[in-house]
């Protein structure tokens, strides 16, 4: 069965922090990997998106990586920013579920000034 | 703004109301998704569309009644709703339905069933 799993499940931490975010999958055969920040009551937005040959994708204070072969990524964010406090989301495709995603739980980040 | 829009943004209805959620998107895209997200949960597929051709339906009790009158449209008819259905509701476009396209998701409906 498909999982993506997420870690942690919330963090806080002070404005000006670093913090790392974690997915591990068991989706197969692996497609892409695409991390989404989805604001309070509002729809997910794309950050990154990764392929199997790609280890690292950057997009501003993101930076994503992935490990095709222990099946882990995470997104690091840079010099947090009291915006960046968001439901961030893991969300992995297979080569033959075409149009279905699984999507992690989401790690809840509070960035607190 | 991602390119797909959603109205209302809130609505608030009795288990006995009829209502309908519409979604548009701007994209030129040939795919469609309904999403369910509840409380602390991951978000649950209900409906894909590609090319107005229903292609999945998750499971979807029937009380749930998608419609896709063209590529650009999508409506979730809703009736006699039950309080746990409460959420909220996210339209989605990608290009096709291949793996490898991006989802643009909208702004949401959140729904609550008293």
């Known amino acids: 069965k498909n999982q993506v799993e997420q870690s942690p499940q919330s963090l806080i931490i002070l404005e000006g922090k670093n913090c790392t975010l974690q997915?591990?999958?068991?989706?197969?055969?692996?497609?892409?990997l695409r991390w989404y920040k989805q604001d309070t009551g509002r729809g997910p937005v794309s950050l990154t998106i990764?392929?199997?040959?790609?280890n690292t994708k950057s997009n501003g204070r993101y930076t994503a990586t992935l490990d095709a072969d222990t099946k882990q990524s995470s997104l690091h964010i840079t010099a947090s920013q009291l915006s960046d406090s968001a439901s961030y989301i893991c969300?992995?495709?297979?080569?033959?579920?075409?149009?279905?995603?699984?999507f992690g739980d989401g790690t809840t980040l509070t960035v607190k000034p | 703004e991602t390119g797909v829009t959603q109205t209302p943004r809130h609505l608030v209805m009795g288990m006995t109301n009829k209502k309908s959620l519409k979604c548009e998107q701007h994209?030129?895209?040939?795919?469609m998704y309904w999403y369910k997200q509840s409380a602390k949960k991951p978000l649950e597929l209900m409906f894909v569309?590609?090319?107005?051709?229903?292609?999945e339906n998750n499971s979807v009790p029937s009380r749930f009644s998608p419609e896709c009158p063209n590529s650009s449209h999508l409506f979730l008819h809703l009736h006699t709703l039950q309080p746990e259905d409460s959420a909220l509701y996210l339209c989605?476009?990608?290009?096709?339905?291949?793996?490898?396209?991006?989802?643009?998701f909208g702004p949401g409906t959140r729904l609550t069933v008293l």
């Open positions: 989605a476009s990608s290009q096709d339905i291949t793996d490898h396209n991006e989802q643009f």
């Open positions: 997915c591990n999958y068991t989706v197969s055969p692996f497609s892409n």
């Open positions: 990764m392929t199997f040959s790609e």
């Open positions: 969300v992995v495709s297979a080569w033959d579920n075409a149009g279905k995603s699984t």
């Open positions: 994209l030129g895209h040939n795919a």
């Open positions: 569309y590609s090319l107005e051709e229903r292609v």
